[in-house]
């Protein structure tokens, strides 16, 4: 046993590493099956989490947390609606029924049920309708209101010994109708000849849970009454659910977290997704509304097939489609609660039809599904104006403005890169500046401080300690300097871009011919942009190139900056490779530039910066 | 001697001329704009200004402006620049003159005062005092162009602390020579920078230049 449950182990532990969480899945699904029973659907459903679990296993450890929150919730809800020992929060449910008949009737009976409801056995001991008992069982669990209204749609058909006996039922079938105790009870048009021995009754409603079963002449004679009976699960269900419930929700982080990471380009494909379908998502979820309106057949399955099409191809066209057939089910449930209250009672209460969320099987649960169908108009309305009236007005209005789209997507994407330039050069001087300047100055402020005792003592080291603070604060206003070049370089701030780049060029230890014709200043964010992206493409070339020259050309006209680095080094300049040139695109980006590179191997290379800006008078502009 | 001292925080102002007085300076005039120091040096010809590059009323380099705008007027005026950094442009900008008597500090060397009054001194005197920050570099350039290539790495050293403004003395002192290697570098120099013997303080200024200007 002990071998046993090693191997056990050791093969568990084994397939986990192999496979990772997602494995646990299979159980879980196992689990489910077992709770909601051997269906077609429930072993598909095991089976597709078996396939997921060996060929997707990233899928799988993702959807774990998520079925086994489903699994636990839908088993709380059974266990709610099963009988059992679980406690007095649970309320009792029906699974079969006690039938008593007094003696004396005379007459044998047999429940026919409607299509689609389950009850199923006949009572034996009830057949000769003199004795005792017998049981109507119901298939699976079902809770005590649907049991009873089930069983009062079934007909029951039934035989009697004589005429005479005949007569009297139908005669007590005939009182029933004049003054019937329950108005549900159907007119007993039905029973067409009087002289005939068999005919058809109906089960009414007696105070309830018990019904009466109207057949004899004593018309009294039989009582049904609902027996709970103890679900052997109930009991395991409730700490089974809770703790897959539990186990699902501390999953849950960790699998999401480690999916996201697996794989980081979803959830972006899943937000654009999103933000293109829109509305269209609802699609789908009102197609299967329609499904539970007119039934499940090939032609309701393709619809939704249709709808789920639809939403990934034309999610225009989807959104526009929610309000319509929104409105066409309104209309139809309208319709439903309409006729349901005017027709006769015998023609739809044999056949009770599911609406939505309603199942329309008395008057009570027609309003209902009027008040939902009202609901359904009310979101088609609210809909509209959002999807159909939306998009006309953008079909009417002049034909789509591609550019515009085209622009704002830029505009996004370049604002985007704009902030995160900020942020990240916020942080580095920030950075800076508290390990520079800003430990400089304490170490200044402790040397004083030791000075200030060591002075009355001894007046020489005092002094040392003097030399050192003043050296260190020279290093602090260095660091200072140093950090104030990289965020606004002082000849820009004074001069403009053309002095900045005539002192860069000085400070470059290449020889740097310059042609620079800028008769004004530029916006100072222009400048800035400019500044850094030709001291990056000058850092690069003496880097880089084992140029020997490097020739600067700047020009203004037509409301466009143009600057042409070239040197005559080696090329192979590439902005897909690193991440300067890339840097520099971005940046010159966010002013809509854009930067051109030509570099063939061998060189020579020559990199074109354009940046539409205007030009300013001199005076106008500091940084 | 009489000095105009220009620098628009009060701080360093005070600091500044308490400092001069201590080594023996006259303040002619101090002041925090640059209209105010341009019409301050016409009127006080002082024998020399010390001026803050960046000054009121547009905070640019307009204290420059004013310094270069008093000696179009007055050639050859005296001026020592202060500044919180340095810029070679700014150097051959206050060079381009060829006259000298030019200085271009940065403001931490105010830190040691008996190097600064010096400084000071040398520009009075006409000579050319360029910041060790602008000097290195220039010394830092993979390559030179022109007459300045002639020069051996010894000149080019003594050419440096020459820009520096330091006398033939400090050289020597600095360089670990005697005083006469030191003056037979600066011949050689001015030999091979083409200068003519003239007066010897406006060759050491035009040597510098081509040095900066290299």
């Known amino acids: 046993m002990w071998l046993l449950m090693k191997l056990f182990y050791r093969t568990f532990a084994h397939l986990l590493r192999r496979f990772g969480l997602g494995l646990l899945l299979v159980p879980v699904t196992a689990v489910a099956l077992v709770l909601f029973g051997l269906h077609a659907w429930t072993v598909l459903a095991f089976l597709l989490a078996v396939a997921v679990a060996f060929w997707w296993p990233t899928v799988a450890a993702a959807l774990l947390p998520v079925i086994m929150v489903a699994v636990g919730v839908a088993g709380l809800v059974l266990a709610a609606t099963v009988t059992g020992p679980g406690g007095n929060w649970m309320r009792s449910a029906v699974s079969g029924f006690q039938v008593s008949a007094k003696p004396g009737g005379g007459a044998s009976w047999v429940i026919k049920t409607p299509a689609g409801l389950q009850v199923v056995q006949l009572p034996v001991a009830a057949a000769r309708f003199g004795v005792g008992q017998g049981t109507i069982t119901f298939a699976g669990h079902v809770p005590p209101a649907v049991a009873l209204n089930r069983l009062h749609q079934a007909q029951v058909n039934f035989r009697v010994a004589s005429k005479a006996a005949a007569a009297k039922q139908i005669a007590v079938n005939k009182k029933l109708v004049k003054r019937p105790p329950n108005a549900k009870l159907p007119q007993a048009k039905r029973i067409q000849r009087p002289a005939a021995v068999s005919g058809v009754g109906y089960v009414a409603a007696a105070p309830r849970p018990a019904f009466r079963l109207w057949t004899g002449p004593g018309a009294v004679h039989t009582v049904i009454s609902p027996v709970p009976r103890p679900s052997p699960w109930a009991g395991r269900l409730v700490p089974v659910a809770l703790l897959l419930i539990a186990l699902g929700l501390w999953l849950a982080p960790r699998t999401f977290a480690e999916f996201r990471q697996r794989t980081p380009g979803l959830l972006p494909y899943l937000r654009r997704r999103m933000q293109e379908i829109r509305w269209g998502i609802l699609l789908v979820p009102t197609a299967v509304l329609g499904l539970t309106i007119f039934g499940m057949n090939p032609v309701t399955l393709g619809m939704v097939a249709a709808a789920a099409v639809i939403t990934l191809r034309w999610p225009r066209v989807a959104a526009d489609l929610v309000p319509v057939l929104l409105t066409v089910f309104a209309v139809y449930g309208f319709v439903l609660t309409a006729r349901w209250e005017s027709a006769p009672l015998g023609v739809l209460a044999s056949h009770p039809q599911l609406y939505g969320f309603v199942e329309v099987s008395s008057r009570e649960l027609a309003v209902l599904a009027g008040a939902e169908a009202s609901a359904f108009l009310a979101m088609a309305a609210w809909l509209f104006p959002r999807t159909v009236v939306k998009h006309g007005r953008l079909l009417t209005a002049a034909e789509p403005n591609l550019e515009l789209e085209g622009r704002v997507q830029r505009l996004t994407e370049t604002r985007d890169h704009a902030l995160h330039n900020a942020a990240s050069e916020l942080r580095r001087i920030e950075r800076d500046l508290h390990d520079g300047a800003q430990a400089r100055l304490v170490a200044l402020g402790m040397n004083l401080r030791a000075v200030e005792r060591m002075l009355p003592a001894s007046p020489d080291a005092a002094l040392a300690l003097v030399a050192e603070a003043r050296e260190t604060s020279v290093r602090a206003l260095n660091d200072l300097r140093d950090l104030i070049r990289g965020i606004c370089p002082p000849v820009l701030a004074d001069r403009g871009l053309g002095h900045a780049v005539r002192a860069l060029a000085l400070d470059t230890p290449l020889p740097v011919v310059l042609d620079i014709d800028l008769p004004g200043r530029l916006s100072a964010p222009v400048e800035s942009a400019c500044y850094f992206a030709i001291a990056e493409l000058l850092a690069n070339a003496v880097k880089h190139s084992g140029a020997r020259q490097v020739q600067l050309r700047i020009r203004h006209g037509d409301g466009l900056l143009r600057v042409e680095v070239s040197d005559d080094g080696v090329g192979c300049a590439d902005p897909a490779n690193g991440t300067g040139l890339q840097g520099i695109e971005r940046r010159l980006g966010t002013f809509d530039g854009i930067l051109a590179v030509s570099s063939p191997p061998g060189g020579p290379t020559m990199i074109v910066m354009e940046v539409p800006c205007a030009l300013l008078s001199p005076k106008t502009c500091s940084c | ?214």
Do not use: C
């Open chain 2, 1 to 214: 001697m009489r000095v105009v001292v220009a620098e628009d925080l009060f701080l360093l102002r005070d600091g500044l001329t308490r400092l001069l007085a201590a080594h023996d300076f006259e303040i002619a005039a101090s002041v925090d704009t640059a209209p105010g120091l341009l019409s301050a040096l016409l009127t006080e010809r002082p024998d020399v200004a010390v001026v803050d590059v960046r000054l009121p009323p547009s905070f640019a380099d307009d204290g420059l402006q004013a310094a270069l705008a008093a000696r179009r007027q007055v050639p050859g005026l005296p001026v020592l620049l202060l500044s919180q950094y340095v810029e070679q442009l700014y150097a051959r900008e206050m060079l381009a003159d060829q006259l000298g008597g030019v200085g271009y500090l940065l403001k931490d060397r105010v830190f040691n005062d008996d190097q600064f009054v010096d400084a000071i001194r040398t520009v009075a005197a006409g000579g050319t005092v360029m910041d060790p920050e602008v000097v290195s570099k220039l010394l830092g350039r993979r390559s030179f162009e022109g007459p300045i290539t002639r020069l051996s790495g010894r000149e080019r050293e003594v050419l440096a602390l020459m820009a520096e403004g330091r006398s033939n003395a400090a050289i020597a002192q600095r360089l670990f020579v005697t005083e006469k290697a030191v003056s037979k570098h600066t011949t050689s120099i001015f030999t091979k920078l083409n200068l003519a013997p003239s007066e010897d303080d406006n060759r050491r200024v035009l040597a510098v230049l081509a040095f900066l200007n290299a």
